[in-house]
T-cell receptor, first 110, second 114 residues
Framework: QKEVEQDPGPLSVPEGAIVSLNCTYSNSAFQYFMWYRQYSRKGPELLMYTYSSGNKEDGRFTAQVDKSSKYISLFIRDSQPSDSATYLCAMSEKDDKIIFGKGTRLHILP | DAGVIQSPRHEVTEMGQEVTLRCKPISGHDYLFWYRQTMMRGLELLIYFNNNVPIDDSGMPEDRFSAKMPNASFSTLKIQPSEPRDSAVYFC????????????FGSGTRLTVV
């Protein structure tokens, strides 16, 4: 089993829809959970950062962590064409290297 | 701040040639990471440095790969000799701490070995 699993997509949704992106992981020692967004031919950029379990909201974005199920989610409300990108989940143990999922390609259709 | 700066943006080289990728981290960031990204394997950590010292190079594929950080503002990743399977996008990232607050990535170097 890979350490971090993420559906590669592509995921296509109409503009304005709610998007749900998910990852599962196997290492129960992970404490820091992140979502990165990567536009084509660009480097990943940090979108959301969460420590341990719970929810975090930032504008149209909400990150959820369920450590008991080893499952994290990113929700995007009122999706826009500019949200079209690859979204990578990422996680780490305390102050250790970050392990990335392979990314989910998201297309928002105008 | 100009962010993490990588050069070159694109590199095309022949099999067997030496390739050197360069990175300038964000000033004040103590950690520097080299990642490789392919469709098949995603983002893979190759090596990372803390205060210019290599901490973990377990991701370096083989002895053909080497990385140095001679000072706080510069790092290189060298492949010698290069092979077609090394074709990928290589990213450099830096961070003020370890992983606690995420990394800032450069724009990457797209390497093609023919």
């Amino acid at each position: 089993q890979k350490e971090v699993e993420q559906d590669p997509g592509p995921l296509s949704v109409p503009e304005g829809a709610i998007v749900s992106l998910n990852c599962t992981y196997s290492n129960s020692a992970f404490q820091y959970f992140m979502w990165y967004r990567q536009y084509s031919r660009k480097g990943p950029e940090l979108l959301m950062y969460t420590y341990s379990s719970g929810n975090k909201e930032d504008g149209r974005f909400t990150a959820q962590v369920d450590k008991s199920s080893k499952y994290i989610s990113l929700f995007i409300r009122d999706s826009q064409p500019s949200d079209s990108a690859t979204y990578l989940c990422a996680m780490s143990e305390k102050d250790d290297k970050i392990i990335f999922g392979k990314g989910t390609r998201l297309h928002i259709l105008p | 701040d100009a962010g993490v700066i990588q050069s070159p943006r694109h590199e095309v080289t022949e099999m067997g040639q030496e390739v050197t990728l360069r990175c300038k981290p964000i000033s004040g960031h103590d950690y520097l990471f080299w990642y490789r990204q392919t469709m098949m394997r995603g983002l893979e950590l190759l090596i990372y440095f803390n205060n210019n010292v290599p901490i973990d190079d377990s991701g370096m594929p083989e002895d053909r790969f080497s990385a140095k950080m001679p000072n706080a503002s510069f790092s290189t990743l060298k492949i010698q000799p290069s092979e077609p399977r090394d074709s990928a996008v290589y990213f450099c990232a830096s961070s003020p701490t370890g992983s606690n607050y995420g990394y800032t990535f450069g724009s990457g170097t797209r390497l093609t070995v023919v």
